[in-house]
C-alpha cells in the first residue's frame, strides 16, 4: 500500500516539475532519490510484513523502513500542497514562484507535525462508580498504547513519555500493546523506565499485547521483556487487584467476557484492558471500563474518521453496550515520525467512588 501511495504521490511532484521546466538535472535527483526509498521500503519489509528480510539486520531494517515510511508522508504532504496552490491558482501554468510556495507549505506540514509527535500531553478524566470497595475512595490508573518502541522512535522521546507517567502518580500503570516495534537489545534505558514506573505502581502493573507484538519477528522473548519489565501481561485472562476485577484480551484472540467473569464480578467494577477498540462480542452489561487503543487517532488527520469506522469505535470517552471505552491516541507513532492534528497523550484515569 505504502509503495503504491509513495510512487503515486512522487510521480504527481515530479509532473509538476516538469511542468515547471526545471532543470533536468534537478529532476535526475528527484527521481533517484524517489526511486531509493520505494526500493529501500520494499526490500526492508514495507508497511509491517509478517515476513521479514535478512538482508539488513533487524535494527537497520526498522530504521530503514521508518525513514522510508517518513518520506512517503512528506511527499503525501507535497502532494496536496501542490494540489492546493493548483486549485488556488486555477490549475494554470506551473512556475517557480507556485513550487516555491508549495515547497514552503510542506516544510511548515513536515516541521509541524514531527513537532506534535515530540510534544506528548496529559489526558485526564474521572469516572465515577459506585462498585469500589469501601475502604478506596479512588483507584488512579495511568496506561499508555502504542508507543512503538523501535525505529526512529528515541530515548529522549520515552523520557517525555515517562515523566508524564511519574508525575501522574498512578494507583495501577497499564500497557494496552503496540508498546515494542523493534530490536529491544538497543533499548536498554527504555526497559529500564518502564521496569522502575512498574515498580513505583503500588497496586499493579498490567499488560496486554498489541498486534505489533504479534507481528514483530524477533530472536528475543517479546512477551518475556514485558513480564521481566514486572508487568503483569494478561494473555485472555482475568485477575483480581484492589477489589476490581481486571479481564486482559490478547489481540491475537477473541475472548469472550463471559469466559473469565465470575458471579462475584456482578457487584465489582470490571476493566477491561483490549488493544483494539472493537468491543468483545458478548459485552453487553458485563463490564465497566474498557481502555484501548490502537488508532493512533488516525495519526494524520483526517484518518481518524476513517479508522475509527473501520473499527466501529469513537475517539475519546464514550459509553457503549452498558459500559464506558476510552479509545487512546497514543503515546507514540508508527513508521513515520510525525503526528497531524491527532496529538500523541499518556492517559490518566481516575476511578472514584460516586
Known sequence: MFEVLSFGTQYFIYKRLETAGM????????????AFWIIAGAVCGFDFSYVEYDIFSLHTNEIIK????????ITLFGFFAFLLVDLLTGFSKFNGKKILCALLLTLILTLYSMAEAYFVRTRELKIFTDKLPEDIN????????????????????????MKLVNESKPDMFILTGDIIDGDMSYRERELKMLSDAAREAPLGAFAVNGNHEH??????????????????????????AAGITIIGLDDNKHGWLKTFLKPEDENKFVLVLKHRPGLPFDAENKFDLQIS??????????LGYFKNMASKSTQGLS???GGYVYVSNGAGYNGAMMRLFAPPEVTVIDIVRK
Not at 143 to 161: A, K, P, S
Not at 293 to 302: K, S, V
Open 293 to 302: 487503543g490502537h488508532t493512533h487517532g488516525g495519526q494524520f488527520w483526517p
Open 319 to 321: 459509553k457503549k453496550s
Open 215 to 240: 507481528y514483530l519477528i524477533l530472536d528475543e522473548d517479546v512477551e518475556g521483556i514485558i513480564r521481566d519489565c514486572g508487568f503483569n501481561l494478561l494473555i485472555d485472562e482475568r485477575v483480581e
Open 23 to 34: 532543470n533536468k538535472f534537478v529532476r535526475y535527483i528527484f527521481i533517484a532519490w524517489a
Open 138 to 161: 479512588k483507584i488512579r490508573i495511568t496506561y499508555l498504547t502504542d508507543v512503538h518502541i523501535g525505529g526512529l522512535y528515541t530515548h529522549w522521546h520515552f523520557e517525555r513519555v
Open 66 to 73: 521508518s525513514l522510508a515510511t517518513t518520506w512517503t508522508i
